[in-house]
């Protein structure tokens, strides 16, 4: 591991950045939140980093790194790989410093975040589509870098990244018009956790600072509690904007001295938050910007009665995810159910599931069946959306009684995933 104990994130180092972005970075609002506040009985703000001029707050760290580069080093331009909100804030840090970036993307990508890029960078930017995952581009970033003497720039881990990150947390403070009892951060990476935390643990040391992952990829929680950096064998990547295998050497050390603690929450329940926040309020989060907000949940004892900060980090949430949104959301709040269900292959027996097994609320949202003409059952897979939690116990007495033979496939993941 490199020798990064005497790495400092200093006051001065943040405030310098903050002048770097006075042209580039929009101070985006802290807005109270009503709705948030009265169902959590606090005083909970949001830091709309969604609103940044890149729709997340990536392009602090980039241009700050960038900014700091002496001119002559840049002649051969900058390399980055990243899956979306880095290579973004790269791209219109290219733009306005007039260099030239090669930014790497895994092959998978979606095209609208491809696209984003390539608007914010025009013509000073090439995107490379390669390989199957972020390592695959990784290395190959890093490879470009040293055959053609570019510039890398690290997605969280580096000094200047982090003085960027750092400059929310100067505004989130300045805008401030009451002490703040906790302020909750999003961590993948740990970049924006560990610039934020280091601002706070000087101007506002009473401020209790929470990072929150997502239970599918707890890199840094993982790693705090083991007192050394851990690299997980396998994490979900749903959660795009925060799931790493591995978070950074520096990032790591300051975390662990300016955290109070790191949650993570499920990915299920971060769906629904980013559910409610459009229904209710018309904010449009990604995954890694509703963390904050869906840790509310697993706080709400500690923060009754306190002023709250939340950062939502981004809104570069791609539409065609919607439904994906919706599924894990209706399965985390106990509303969606899939079986396999033995039909008797006699006329009227889909009949009779409908009429006496189904409850008068419940709907079914997915069904495959395929008649077996030499077996005396057929299987079909179904999924049946509840209006409550409390109907699924009914309905399996009913599939009982009824003499259906299921299997209840939720609470087996490796068939449900094979499945579903």
Excluded at 104 to 125: A, D, I, L, N, R
Excluded at 185 to 205: C, E, K, M, Q, T
Excluded at 206 to 220: F, H
Excluded at 372 to 388: D, V, W
Aim: charged share 25%.
């Amino acid at each position: 591991m490199p020798e990064v104990t005497t790495i400092k994130i200093t006051i001065d180092n943040i405030l310098t950045a903050a002048e770097n972005l006075k042209e580039v970075a929009v101070r985006t609002p802290l807005v109270p939140d009503p709705l948030l506040s009265e169902r959590y009985n606090a005083n909970v703000l949001l830091k709309r980093e969604d609103l940044q001029v890149v729709r997340s707050y990536k392009i602090r760290g980039a241009y700050n790194k960038i900014q700091s580069i002496p001119a002559d080093q840049l002649e051969n331009g900058v390399v980055c790989a990243s899956a979306g909100n880095h290579a973004q804030g790269v791209a219109m840090a290219c733009y306005k410093k007039q260099i030239h970036g090669t930014i790497y993307m895994p092959s998978p990508t979606p095209g609208q975040k491809v696209k984003q890029v390539k608007m914010f960078g025009k013509e000073y930017v090439d995107v490379v589509l390669t390989g199957d995952t972020f390592d695959d581009a990784f290395a190959e970033a890093i490879q470009l870098s040293k055959e053609k003497n570019a510039v890398f720039i690290p997605p969280f881990d580096d000094q200047k990244i982090i003085e960027g990150q750092g400059t929310v947390g100067k505004e989130i403070l300045e805008d401030s018009n009451q002490p703040i009892d906790y302020l909750i951060v999003p961590i993948g990476g740990g970049g924006l956790a560990a610039g934020v935390s280091s601002y706070f643990r000087v101007l506002s040391p009473r401020t209790k600072i929470i990072g929150v992952e997502p239970a599918g990829a707890p890199a840094m929680k993982a790693s705090l509690e083991k007192g050394e950096i851990v690299v997980l064998d396998k994490i979900d990547k749903f959660v795009d904007g925060a799931a790493v295998k591995r978070v950074g050497d520096i990032t790591f050390q300051v975390c662990r001295e300016n955290l109070e603690e790191v949650v993570t929450v499920p990915e299920g329940l971060v769906c629904k938050e980013i559910l409610r926040l459009y229904n209710e309020q018309a904010i449009v989060v990604e995954p890694a910007g509703a963390l904050s907000i869906a840790a509310l949940e697993t706080l709400r004892d500690k923060i009754r009665g306190k002023n709250v900060v939340c950062l939502v980090s981004g809104s570069n949430n791609d539409i065609t995810r919607t439904m994906e949104i919706k599924e894990r959301s209706l399965l985390y709040e106990g509303l969606k159910h899939y079986f396999i269900v033995n039909f008797p292959q006699r006329a009227g027996a889909l009949r009779e599931f409908l009429t006496d097994v189904l409850g008068p609320q419940d709907d079914i949202t997915h069904f495959e069946y395929s008649k077996k003409n030499s077996r005396e059952r057929g299987p079909a897979l179904i999924g049946i959306e509840l209006q409550k939690p409390d109907d699924l116990a009914p309905l399996m007495d009913r599939m009982e009684k009824k003499k259906f033979r299921y299997e209840y496939v939720n609470d087996q993941p490796d068939l449900f995933h094979y499945l579903i």
